[in-house]
């Protein structure tokens, strides 16, 4: 695709990083209203490693998480999933994400989403300044966080209002934990996945 000056249009390429333990409603619309509003041609769901900021909890197995990330997106034609941070030893962090989806796809601008909760936390992430070189960043309302992007680079930083889904995973492994149900919340084939399996049994956190 070309643009009328006849440089080539670059690839709008996604990226969603999450736990997804499990993937919910929240992350799938935040996705694909970012999609929608920033013309992406491709969101990548990145299931993280070993979260960093997670090092106290107990994280599903990867590939749980990981396959329940392709069961909810297989039905979108523009949504793909990663392995790159499974695949990573040690911790996640999105530099390094960031930095290998960059080397698979050098020809593509990189927009990063992120709720209110984890764009907060932007500035404590490793290698701050090489974020906003590699990727812009899409802040994405969530009930329950403000949403502030004060102190960021305005020119690599944006907000977007996106419809509210008061879902999050703890709450969806609570509810399991505790016998409620996860329909409506998760995906079908994830409440089945989650069945199956038999995650979320046990004691959650
Ligand atoms: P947990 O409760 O285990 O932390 P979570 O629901 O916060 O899970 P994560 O995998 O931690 O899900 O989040 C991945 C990304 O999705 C983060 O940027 C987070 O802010 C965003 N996100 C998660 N849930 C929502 C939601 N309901 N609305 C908007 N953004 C969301
Ligand atoms: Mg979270």
Same mark, same amino acid.
């Given at each position: 695709?070309?643009?009328?000056?006849?440089?080539?249009?670059?690839?709008?390429?996604?990226?969603?990083?999450?736990?997804?333990?499990?993937?919910?409603?929240? !992350?799938?619309?935040?996705?694909?209203?970012?999609?929608?509003?920033?013309? *992406?041609? +491709?969101?990548?769901?990145?299931?993280?490693?070993?979260?960093?900021?997670?090092?106290?909890?107990?994280?599903?197995?990867? +590939? !749980?998480?990981?396959?329940?990330?392709?069961?909810?997106?297989?039905?979108?034609?523009?949504?793909?999933?990663?392995?790159?941070? *499974?695949?990573?030893?040690?911790?996640?962090?999105?530099?390094?994400?960031?930095?290998?989806?960059?080397?698979?796809?050098?020809?593509?601008?990189?927009?990063?989403?992120?709720?209110?909760?984890?764009?907060?936390?932007?500035?404590?992430?490793?290698?701050?300044?090489?974020?906003?070189?590699?990727?812009?960043?899409?802040?994405?309302?969530?009930?329950? !966080?403000?949403?502030?992007?004060?102190?960021?680079?305005?020119?690599?930083?944006?907000? *977007?209002?996106?419809?509210?889904?008061?879902?999050?995973?703890?709450?969806?492994?609570?509810?399991?934990?505790?016998? *409620?149900?996860?329909?409506?919340?998760?995906?079908?084939?994830?409440?089945? !996945?989650?069945?199956?399996?038999?995650?979320?049994?046990?004691?959650?956190?």
């Amino acid at each position: 695709v070309a643009t009328p000056d006849g440089t080539p249009q670059r690839r709008r390429v996604g990226v969603m990083g999450g736990t997804f333990d499990p993937i919910h409603h929240g !992350h799938l619309v935040a996705a694909s209203e970012v999609a929608a509003r920033y013309g *992406l041609d +491709e969101v990548v769901f990145v299931p993280t490693g070993r979260p960093r900021l997670k090092t106290h909890v107990v994280v599903t197995a990867p +590939e !749980h998480r990981y396959l329940m990330t392709v069961i909810a997106t297989a039905s979108n034609p523009q949504f793909t999933v990663s392995r790159v941070d *499974l695949e990573r030893a040690g911790d996640t962090y999105t530099v390094d994400t960031l930095r290998d989806l960059h080397a698979e796809r050098p020809d593509a601008d990189l927009y990063f989403i992120t709720g209110a909760d984890a764009i907060a936390q932007i500035l404590s992430w490793k290698d701050a300044d090489e974020l906003f070189a590699l990727a812009r960043f899409v802040a994405v309302t969530r009930p329950g !966080h403000a949403l502030s992007v004060a102190g960021l680079p305005a020119d690599r930083v944006s907000v *977007l209002e996106i419809p509210a889904l008061s879902i999050s995973s703890t709450d969806v492994r609570q509810r399991v934990s505790s016998g *409620l149900p996860a329909w409506y919340l998760v995906p079908d084939g994830v409440v089945q !996945h989650i069945a199956k399996y038999r995650l979320y049994r046990g004691s959650d956190e």
